[in-house]
């Protein structure tokens, strides 16, 4: 069954146009060309940069954190207490008012008193600014090396500035070493963000991060699978093109540069607009949709690898949209830039003065269960930080 499931996956006809196959992307009189079995190379590369990564956080990005004067704000840690902790972690992170009512009856405690353990619960669970910085930097450093890389790679190639150049003489395409590597430590990478996106901040499109570092991973590889390499070499190239910026925008964002991070936002905002609005879909994607048909018949592939990129453009505009949120929240009064898909800490002064809250947490509770004189939210009430 494994046998017939494999031949009916890898048949011609599905992934090539009619009258051609596997046979003419075979190497021949010293022409080389690309094959799925190249791409197990990706793996240990992407091992390779969950490696660098760690390395290059602790030793790179955490001085430049502090160069830059990146500072955590010290956070106060709660009071263990067995019933809130489960009803935290098991029922609701968030508890209604009703719910808060019934915690302070099975706990003693006033109902102020549970808003406030809540809320520094949650806080404790937020990632801290120099774990976001550090993160914020290792994506801006592969972004704008691979970006240059990618430019080094095409900027003499014909397709580079004729789209159309990209189809000639498909499916055999020659294979450059220049289209190897930028091939393979792009996937290898996106494997990586895969990998490690359980670690990282997560923020409110984490199912569209995924999403699109799912269709990344399969764009790149079967585009490498029938050699669309010159399409996907200038997919890669678009978008990495904005994504320095928009990382080097949180790093300042972090450090509390405002007017840098606003200034670097609004380049930004301006080139995502240009090349993830303009150039994907009215260069891109009309030469992968619209001129592949003036020459070959529709067939599977084709069907299959345009509606990839209709995924992607489809978060483009997603993103895009947010962008504009943010875009309009600063540039009026101009405030600093916040990334629309980071929950905002929640800090003590919403509700009164941490002095006010301090008085209120280690206040003994009448008519409650009281441990040492005091309150069980409080019985070891001394602070502990990060």
Known sequence: MLSTLRDFFW??????????????????????????????????????????????????????????????????????????????????????????????????????????????????????????????????????????????ALIDKPWFYEMKEMWNGFPMLTLLPSQYWYYMIELGFYISLLFSVAFDVKRKDFNEQILHHVATILLISFSWCVNYIRAGTLIMLVHDTADSLLESAKMFNYAGWRKTCNYIFIV??????????????????????????????????????????????????????????????FLPANNIVEDERSDREETDSEDEEEEEDEKEMRAPVKNGPVQNGHSPLNNNHHRKTQ
């Open 268 to 329: 930004f905002a301006i080139i995502f607009m240009i090349t993830r609005l303009v150039i994907f879909p009215f260069w891109i994607l009309h030469c992968t949709w619209v001129y592949p048909v003036t020459v070959y018949r529709p067939f599977f592939g084709y069907y299959f690898f345009n509606g990839l990129l209709f995924i992607l453009q489809c978060l483009h505009i997603f993103w895009a949209v947010l962008i504009l949120r943010m875009a309009i929240k």
């Open 11 to 152: 048949n011609e006809r599905l992934w090539f146009p009619e009258g051609l196959g596997w046979a003419d992307l075979e190497d021949r009189d010293g022409l080389t060309y690309a094959k799925p079995a190249d791409l197990w190379v990706t793996l240990p590369i992407a091992l390779a940069f969950l490696i660098i990564r760690q390395i290059f956080e602790r030793t790179v990005a955490t001085p430049l954190a502090a160069a830059l004067g990146v500072t955590e704000k010290v956070r106060v840690r709660v009071a263990h207490n067995p019933t809130l902790e489960s009803y935290f972690s098991k029922t609701s992170k968030s508890p209604t008012q009703s719910q808060i009512e019934s915690l302070a009856k099975k706990t003693g405690c006033t109902e102020r008193q549970i808003h406030i353990w809540f809320r520094r619960r949650r806080n404790q669970d937020r990632p801290n600014q120099l774990k976001k910085f550090r993160e914020a930097s290792w994506r801006f450093t592969f972004y704008l090396l691979a970006f240059f890389a990618g430019l080094a």
